[in-house]
């Protein structure tokens, strides 16, 4: 196959990535939905896998979550559209059902990020852009796999403020946005 041969998105994608293209959400349309990334600060941002030990602790946070809720409202790894950027977060909760690409945060009640070993975005740029969203609950987990604790996050004055930090192996009743009962006992297995 030549590059003649190719479909119009991929010639169109390729061209943007070749021509120094400022990205935004706007572009989330033109991009092969095989091509895994999140658009923010301009750019297009592929990241490596991550550890068996992070993907297991999102298993476990969004499992948590699927007790409580339909398992239709909770989802991870799945394109959210944030005001001009598109994020993946390893775990949120909606308000409704949605089965379309991307989710609208006005969607989102709760977003949950394991903090990658290649990156930490977390508490910056993601952090500012759910706040600014309106996302009433933001969780970051961070440390090493079986130590892992819990920073949980309140949306107050359009800005995230810490609530509590859950130990390891530490248990929180929370009642906003809805109530959750977050234990990292489980998470940390």
């Known amino acids: 196959m030549t590059n003649l041969d190719l479909p119009g998105v991929y010639v169109d994608f390729v061209k943007k990535m070749t021509t120094g293209h400022v990205w935004t959400a706007e572009d989330y349309g ?23 030990g992070h993907q297991r602790a999102v298993y476990r946070l969004l499992r948590s979550f699927e007790f409580i809720f339909d398992d239709t409202l909770v989802s991870g790894d799945v394109d959210v559209r944030v005001g001009d950027k598109v994020f993946q977060p390893d775990v949120f909760v909606m308000s ?64 995230y403020e810490l609530a509590v930090t859950v130990p390891a192996n530490g248990q929180q009743v929370m009642g906003e946005p809805f109530k959750y009962i977050l234990d990292m006992g489980k998470i940390n297995k």
């Open 30 to 52: 033109s991009i092969p939905e095989e091509v895994i990334c999140e658009i923010y600060d301009g750019g297009l941002y592929v990241s490596p896998s991550v550890s068996v």
């Open 96 to 159: 409704e059902r949605f089965d379309g690409r991307p989710v609208p945060a006005s969607n989102v009640r709760l977003i949950a990020e394991v903090v990658s070993d290649n990156e930490n975005i977390e508490r910056t740029t993601k952090m500012r852009e759910y706040a600014a969203a309106g996302i009433p609950a933001y969780i970051i987990v961070d440390g090493k796999n079986g130590m892992r604790t819990a920073e949980i996050f309140r949306l107050v004055d359009g800005k």
